[in-house]
């Protein structure tokens, strides 16, 4: 699975280039640009997992522990509309980590005062960090508007632009276009039962260089992925989030599953188009099951 700047569970046909940005650009000397920690568009996110280490733990009093508790249910529960607007927890299988958070929000130093709280709490010296990822959310520019879009319907379906079909299309799209990509940067986390993350990267290797090829072949690849993770509408939802010079990887993929068997699915089904098979590189993942912060805690034993 490589990146998909849709949703599955929610968005419209992809491909179609729009007038490919210029990357480089610095204001001028002139231009007051704003100092400030808040994207202008869309969310911080911030992936925590966590080990517990249990010889730590079992040197905490009663007390302590208690007190700890009490510590990670207040961190735990943090949400606060233009601060922190999404927070979810799960108890994670396997050695890689005991429990994970997901959180999302405008507000930089509310998100990451969640981690802070959770390292401090009475529990923290048997808290270990196992691995973190943090990212911005994007409309991915690979995301056609409804000219765009309607130039797909003409050149690549041979739709009649003066047919009923092309205008219901075309109105159509736009209609959804605008809670798609507000989805894509401030996004409601499903409450579906479990989730996984991983982070990926697009090759830069002799002819499997992604950012070599011209914007319109990049932009058609993305299509087919994005048809390919339409087919799970309603069992996956996926938000993409960008790290590029931001964390050690390009971009984050956070899905949600109403079974763990549909996260495989359609991982093991977008690995076969050409943008995932050729060009793209995946770091490690993450699989968990969301529980509430109380069924959490006696979960993992805390």
Same mark, same amino acid.
């Given at each position: 699975?490589s990146?998909d $700047?849709?949703?599955p569970a =929610?968005h419209? $046909?992809q491909? /179609?280039?729009r007038?490919q940005?210029t990357h480089g650009?610095?204001p001028? %000397?002139?231009q007051? *640009?704003?100092?400030t920690?808040?994207?202008e =568009?869309?969310w911080?996110?911030?992936h925590?997992?966590?080990?517990?280490?249990?010889?730590?733990?079992h040197?905490l009093? %009663?007390e302590?522990?208690?007190a700890?508790r009490?510590?990670?249910? /207040?961190?735990?529960?943090?949400?606060?509309p233009?601060?922190i607007e999404?927070?979810?927890?799960?108890?994670?299988?396997?050695h890689?980590?005991?429990?994970?958070?997901v959180? /999302?929000?405008p507000?930089l130093?509310?998100v990451?005062?969640?981690?802070?709280?959770?390292?401090a709490?009475a529990?923290g010296?048997a808290?270990?960090?196992?691995?973190s990822f943090?990212?911005l959310t994007e409309?991915?520019?690979?995301?056609?508007?409804a000219?765009?879009?309607?130039?797909i319907l003409?050149?690549r379906?041979n739709?009649?632009?003066?047919? $009923? *079909?092309?205008?219901?299309?075309?109105a159509a799209y736009s209609?959804?276009?605008?809670?798609?990509?507000?989805q894509?940067?401030t996004p409601d986390? $499903?409450d579906?039962p479990?989730?996984?993350?991983?982070p990926?990267?697009?090759?830069r290797?002799g002819d499997?260089?992604?950012y070599l090829?011209?914007?319109e072949?990049?932009?058609e690849l993305m299509?087919?992925?994005?048809r390919?993770?339409?087919k799970?509408a309603?069992?996956?939802?996926?938000?993409i989030t960008?790290?590029t010079g931001?964390d050690d990887?390009?971009w984050?993929v *956070?899905?949600?599953g109403?079974?763990?068997?549909y996260l495989?699915d359609?991982?093991? *089904?977008?690995?076969?188009?050409?943008?995932s098979?050729k060009?793209?590189?995946?770091?490690?993942?993450?699989f968990?099951?969301?529980?509430?912060?109380?069924e959490?805690l006696? =979960?993992?034993r805390?």
């Open positions: 699975m990146h $700047p849709s949703n =929610t419209g $046909p491909a /179609a280039p007038a940005p650009h610095r001028g %000397a002139s007051q *640009t704003p100092a920690l808040v994207p =568009t869309g911080h996110f911030l925590l997992f966590y080990r517990i280490d249990r010889e730590r733990l040197r009093d %009663a302590r522990r208690e700890g009490r510590d990670l249910l /207040a961190a735990l529960a943090a949400r606060a233009g601060s999404q927070l979810q927890c799960f108890a994670v299988p396997g890689k980590a005991d429990f994970g958070v959180l /999302a929000g507000d130093k509310a990451h005062g969640v981690q802070m709280a959770i390292q709490s529990l010296p808290i270990v960090p196992a691995y943090y990212s409309v991915s520019e690979y995301v056609p508007d000219e765009e879009y309607g130039r003409r050149e379906e739709v009649d632009p003066e047919s $009923p *079909t092309y205008k219901a299309k075309v209609e959804r276009l605008g809670p798609m990509n507000r894509r940067l986390f $499903p579906w479990c989730l996984c993350f991983y990926m990267s697009k090759m290797s499997q260089n992604w090829l011209p914007f072949e990049r932009s299509a087919q992925h994005g390919s993770g339409m799970f309603g069992k996956v939802s996926q938000v960008a790290s931001l990887w390009e984050g *956070t899905l949600w109403r079974n763990p068997l495989k359609i991982v093991y *089904t977008m690995r076969f188009d050409e943008s098979a060009y793209a590189l995946f770091g490690d993942f993450y968990g099951y969301l529980l509430p912060p109380e959490l006696e =979960t993992i805390l």
